[in-house]
């Protein structure tokens, strides 16, 4: 894949963002793996699916990364935020079946 500066057409830039697109996509379809993987680890109560602790500390270092890396890290949260809703209730969908 070129890099942003090597793009000399915009349909190269976003064949090139298609692609970054894919691979995030595919990133969180692995993460949500994990996130399932760990059901069988937690005390099966709300409290415990959701990890309150483990959840502010995902996002304090998520907006460290943001922060790094030159991005808004209240945008990054907020996906974040969006990103571990939706997985606290598809966890809590597996353990009520």
């Known amino acids: 894949m070129k ?3 090597e793009c000399i057409t915009i ?3 976003r064949n090139c963002i298609d692609t970054i ?3 995030i996509i595919k990133l969180l379809a692995l993460r949500f ?3 399932k993987a760990t059901v069988p680890f937690k005390d099966k109560t709300e409290a415990g699916i959701i990890a309150q602790e483990r959840k502010d500390a995902v996002l304090k270092s998520r907006r460290l990364l943001a ?3 030159g991005l808004n ?3 990054i949260e907020d996906i974040y935020k ?3 809703q939706y997985f606290i209730e598809e966890e809590m969908r597996i ?3």
């Open 11 to 13: 349909d190269e830039v």
């Open 82 to 84: 969006k990103l571990i």
């Open 21 to 23: 697109d894919e691979q």
């Open 33 to 35: 793996n994990y996130v």
């Open 95 to 97: 353990i009520n079946k």
């Open 67 to 69: 922060e790094e890396q």
């Open 73 to 75: 890290p209240n945008i």
């Open 3 to 5: 890099s942003p500066k």
